[in-house]
């Protein structure tokens, strides 16, 4: 090996992955190479803290330019792979520069979906990056009238953060419900609930039928037949995972890079991780899924570094996301969809536990919500029992007297 390790993508999966590489005993070069102008930064914060801070925010960054040095990454900021050369194993720059690999990482990411009826409005905007969390922050002034088109977690944490900002905010949901993916209704009933407690308007089994630009704001025709102003629409429709680098070179794709256990691509020394791969998650029989989650990403960056060195661990973990609306924290470990039973727990002051169980009585996954962290405790010592495959009994995940630590020694 002589020309050492790139990794194409700095978010948070390639610079856990770079770092990883230098934890992991590596001493040969580590390039990272990102589109980006800043340092590699944290995303949660964007729809949340950074929407509604008293002083302008700066991005978080994940290390900075000291311990990028300490570690000898050579960092390449503001530059976009153009093409990878994989018999010649090296990567093409945009600016023409070519540099070598012996082993590669795709941590390309994922964009927001396109609005095809947004495509020509100035006044619609998506939330990826920095700038555009900047962008949107300059819009949520008191009284402005906020359009949140889908209703999934950063469309509702950028409402939560509009109405804490004091502007005017409707939800429109094509779905019947809001959060349809992935968080079951009871849950989902809270946070609606407390949506309208603040004043957003919700909106579901709403269609769109056209944007129309006018100088200052737009106007958005609905399939009732309604038409809402907006000084600001925010598209949140989801997330289209970044693989058309991969795709041009001969990668296999499909709703994201193809990975095996060890994110690996169709070429052993390609490896891809985080928001761009589809991969097989072993906790349920290989099922292929691709994730848009932060410790997904971070965990990733860091086994995609090891398996690059050779030490082909297969990916285990248990899926888990959170997200912060108002006071309230949501989180979920595993995929609810895998479940046909459904167990509450109450923990007191309003939160709860939904434990999901399949046909054979198997945990699969939990989802909880309460004030802040209220939820996390338990939450973490599900994940414990999933990882696990337990099948604890209904009765005792029901009862909150008995610690789910109890459950885990069973
Ligand atoms: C606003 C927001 C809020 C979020 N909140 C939460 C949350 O509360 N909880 C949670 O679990 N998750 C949350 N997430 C998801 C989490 O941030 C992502 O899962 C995580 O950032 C994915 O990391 P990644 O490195 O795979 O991709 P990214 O962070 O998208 O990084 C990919 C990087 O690759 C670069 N790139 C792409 N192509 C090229 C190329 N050809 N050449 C060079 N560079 C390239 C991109 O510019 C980008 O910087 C949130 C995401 C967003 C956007």
């Not at 009238?145 to 905010?169: C, N, P, T, W």
């Not at 997330?239 to 001969?250: K, Q």
């Not at 390609?270 to 928001?275: L, T």
Request: overall charge negative; aromatic content about 4%.
């Amino acid at each position: 090996m002589q020309n050492g390790m790139v990794i194409i993508g700095a978010g948070e999966c390639g610079a856990r992955a770079a770092f990883a590489l230098r934890e992991n005993g590596y001493d040969g070069p580590v390039t990272l190479i990102g589109t980006e102008q800043h340092l590699p930064y944290e995303r949660p914060p964007l729809s949340k803290d950074a929407m509604v801070s008293d002083s302008h925010p700066s991005p978080r960054t994940i290390a900075g330019d000291e311990q990028f040095s300490e570690k000898r990454i050579d960092f390449i900021a503001r530059s976009t792979v153009a093409a990878i050369n994989r018999p010649a194993r090296h990567v093409v720059l945009e600016d023409g520069r070519q540099i070598g690999y012996d082993r590669l990482l795709l941590a390309t990411g994922a964009i927001p979906r396109a609005l095809p009826l947004a495509a020509n409005s100035k006044h619609c905007v998506t939330l990826r990056s920095f700038e555009d969390a900047m962008a949107i922050r300059a819009r949520f002034q008191p009284d402005a009238r906020i359009v949140v088109i889908g209703g999934g977690f950063i469309g509702l944490e950028l409402a939560a953060s509009a109405r804490r900002r004091g502007a005017k905010v409707t939800v429109i949901e094509a779905q019947a419900r809001i959060m349809m993916r992935g968080v079951p209704e009871e849950i989902a009933h809270i946070i609606d609930s407390r949506h309208r407690a603040e004043g957003v308007s919700i909106l579901c089994n709403t269609g769109i039928v056209s944007i129309v630009d006018n100088a200052e704001n737009v106007a958005i025709t609905v399939s009732s037949g309604n038409v809402i102003a907006a000084d600001l629409a925010i598209i949140g429709i989801g997330a289209t995972p970044v693989t058309a680098l991969a795709e041009a070179s001969g990668l296999e794709t499909g709703n994201g890079i193809v990975v095996n256990e060890w994110l690996q691509t169709s070429d052993p020394d390609v490896f891809a991780a985080g928001d761009c791969c589809a991969f097989p998650l072993a906790i349920y029989g290989g099922r292929r899924v691709r994730l848009e989650a932060w410790r997904n990403a971070q965990e990733q960056g860091t086994l995609a570094a090891r398996n690059m060195l050779g030490a082909l661990e297969p990916h285990q973990s248990v899926p888990w996301f959170w997200s912060d609306q108002y006071e309230l924290g949501l989180q979920v470990a595993g995929l609810a969809d895998e479940g046909t039973q459904t167990v509450r727990r109450d923990l007191g002051d309003g939160a709860f536990i939904l434990f999901h169980l399949d046909e054979n009585g198997r945990l699969v996954a939990a989802s909880g919500i309460g004030t802040g962290n209220a939820v996390a405790k338990d939450i973490r010592l599900a994940e414990m029992l999933i990882a696990r495959s337990a099948r604890p009994d209904p009765n005792q995940l029901a009862e909150s007297a008995v610690k789910l630590k109890s459950l885990l020694a069973a």
